[in-house]
Every structure is written in C-alpha cells, then in structure tokens.
C-alpha cells in the first residue's frame, strides 16, 4: 500500500458539511484534503428543495434544534458559532443572494442548487482545499488509539484530525 503526503484534515465528504468543515479548517490555516466516493462534489445538494436548494431557514437556534434533533441540546454551542444567518452571508459573499419564503425557508434568489454548490467550491478552492472525487474511504487507520489517516482506494493517506461528514443514505 503506498503513503501519500501528510495532511493536517482529511475530510471524508463533499456534501455541504464535508465543504463547509474543509474551507473552515482551511481558513484557520489546515493543508486539508477531501475525500468524495462520487464522482462529483454535492450530488445531494443539486436535488434538495426539488432542485432549488433549501439552504436553511430563519427559526431561532432553540426551535431548529427541536425540530433536527429530539434531544439536541449538544447542538447549541456549534449554532451559536454559525448558525442561518452566517451560512447565507457566506454566500452572498460568492455570490448567490438567497431569498426568504414562506415557512421561513431560505432559498438561492436564483432558484438554482447549482449556484450553492458551485459557491461553496469557490470558497474552499480559494482557500486551497484539495478535493478528490472517486475516492472511497475503505478504514481509518489507528495507531496507539489515535485516528493518524485513512486508507481510501488502497492508498494510505495520512493527516492530523479526520472529519467524517458522510451525510445519508
């Protein structure tokens, strides 16, 4: 099996999430890699909302938590850290101006989860985000009780932290 060269975040996803925490290790100054099985980045993103892309919706941090999740109180310390209103200034920032509807969704202004994802590419591309798409992430090597890399398509990829941000089935 051959050693590939150290990362600091190996990021396993390139869904929203998988994006998202990669630009966000990137930015705080990470040499990070993303690992996708697809072929290509987002695929569920382009189909949310019927294609439209539901990017979030403007109910406080308390009433979204109930509806994500029974007991999510564990989520209140990452919302208060970025919550709706940053992932739509993120956004706007590349571009894509977001709109409010009714039941307080936030959709792209333009109707298109394309310009969301194509955004989000931007941004972690600006930030020297490496995405390797067609790469399935096979086992998380150990090592003395500590995640030190992955093997993903018989390569052994090492790195600092993993983030596992693999979305649904």
């Known amino acids: 099996m051959s ?19 990669a630009g966000r290790a990137a930015e705080l100054g990470g040499k990070v890699l993303v690992l996708e099985k697809m072929k290509h980045e987002g695929r569920k993103l382009l189909i949310t909302g019927k294609g439209r892309c539901n990017i979030t919706n403007d109910a406080p941090i308390s009433e979204f938590i109930k509806h994500v999740y029974p007991n999510g109180r564990f989520l209140r310390n990452a919302f208060s850290s970025f919550f709706s209103k940053d992932i739509i ?25 394309r310009d969301v994802l194509n955004a989000l590419l931007q ?47």
């Open 3 to 21: 050693v590939m060269s150290n990362f600091d975040v190996i990021v396993i996803g390139a869904g929203p999430a998988g994006l998202l925490a």
């Open 89 to 113: 200034k993120l956004l706007e920032e590349h571009g894509v101006e977001s709109t409010l509807e009714r039941g307080g969704r936030y959709f792209p202004a333009s109707n298109r989860s």
């Open 123 to 169: 941004w972690v591309k600006n930030h020297k985000v490496e995405i390797r798409c067609g790469y399935r992430v096979e086992e998380l090597l150990v090592e003395d009780n500590t995640v030190i890399g992955v093997k993903a398509n018989g390569k052994k990829l090492l790195c600092n932290h993993v983030i596992m941000a693999t979305g649904g089935k």
